[in-house]
């Protein structure tokens, strides 16, 4: 650091330097002091950054130095490129390994050859996978079935949710063209949840499957997964061709419930749940951008080819 740089670190606001302007719309032509544009930033970010006061972003944005620390020299890390950096890929396989048996994968079973799953950018993108999972393995099924998954007059895929649903289900709908059938949460209830009963009677041929949300955004109550898993078990008795099958949003709750009593279970104890998604960061002390899927099966009829790819050019 220059003398210059270092009078400008400790007298900044008295300096020259602190009248200049952040960029608006136009790269600059001239490049800017470090100091300066670090301070910059600091002084646009100061009403916000203030992490211990954080309260509205589902997340708690502050945490131990230590991992301050490691993040910090991770950072020219790609972690993407998991031919390059095997050991930052190896913790990753252990965290999705110890949150599958969280989540009820029997311990005799072992990732990836029993079952598999991944590390998202938070829960949002968790649940894409989950109904892009769902989507493409109905797919598979309608057509050896014989049905025209190209004839979307008759055979639009359709997902079935609960009203209370997170805005990401929304987007998938959106940008998969899959119609979006939302369940009016349950009237006269004390828990505003998903009404199964209506949920059951949305079911059809071109179902792709049922969200069954455990944690509510807006009500705070779960869906009750065990019920709506035995009663999926009766509808697929009858359409062993087509089977329907249950993804469990617990962005807010997967964290939890495994270490509380009073759950009924809700996880893969459950025979028709096929993948589970969570958030890493809404339980204290954990920096917000991290979120994990699992499916129970390391096969194609729970994670089908298409999503699945290998490259050859990195590393």
């Given at each position: 650091m220059t003398e210059k740089d270092q009078a400008l670190e400790q007298n900044w606001l008295g300096s020259t330097e602190s009248g200049e302007d952040l960029p608006d719309q136009d790269i600059p032509e001239q490049a800017m002091n470090p100091t300066v544009a670090k301070q910059l930033i600091q002084h646009f970010r100061l009403n916000e950054a203030k992490a211990d006061q954080n309260l509205t972003t589902f997340c708690t944005t502050q945490m131990e130095p230590e991992a301050d620390e490691l993040m910090k020299e991770a950072m020219n890390t790609n972690a993407i490129d998991k031919t390059e950096y095997p050991k930052t890929a190896a913790m990753c396989d252990r965290c999705v390994a110890m949150i599958g048996h969280m989540w009820g994968i029997p311990e005799d079973e072992k990732f990836p050859k029993d079952y598999i799953g991944t590390s998202t950018v938070g829960s949002s993108e968790g649940c894409m996978l989950g109904g892009l999972g769902m989507l493409f393995t109905w797919k598979h099924r309608a057509k050896a079935a014989?049905?025209?998954?190209?004839?979307?007059?008759?055979?639009?895929?359709?997902?079935?949710?609960?009203?209370?649903?997170?805005?990401?289900?929304?987007?998938?709908?959106?940008?998969?063209?899959?119609?979006?059938?939302?369940?009016?949460?349950k009237k006269g209830s004390d828990e505003l949840n998903l009404n199964i009963d209506e949920a059951m009677k949305l079911v059809d041929e071109n179902t792709i499957g049922i969200v069954a949300i455990f944690g509510i955004t807006y009500t705070g109550a779960i869906d009750d997964v065990q019920a709506l898993d035995q009663r999926v078990s009766e509808y697929n008795q009858s359409h062993p061709d087509l089977p329907l099958r249950i993804h469990v949003d617990s962005a807010y709750n997967g964290f939890f419930a495994p270490w509380v009593s009073g759950f009924k279970p809700w996880d893969f104890r459950l025979k028709n749940v096929a993948s589970i998604n969570v958030s890493g960061h809404k339980y204290g002390m954990v920096y917000p951008g991290i979120g994990w899927i699992v499916w129970r099966k390391n096969n194609y009829d729970y994670l089908p080819k298409e999503l699945r790819f290998s490259v050859q050019y990195l590393g």
């Open positions: 014989g049905i025209n998954i190209n004839d979307l007059d008759h055979h639009r895929p359709n997902l079935i949710i609960g009203s209370g649903y997170q805005v990401v289900w929304q987007k998938f709908c959106t940008y998969w063209n899959v119609e979006m059938r939302q369940v009016p949460l």
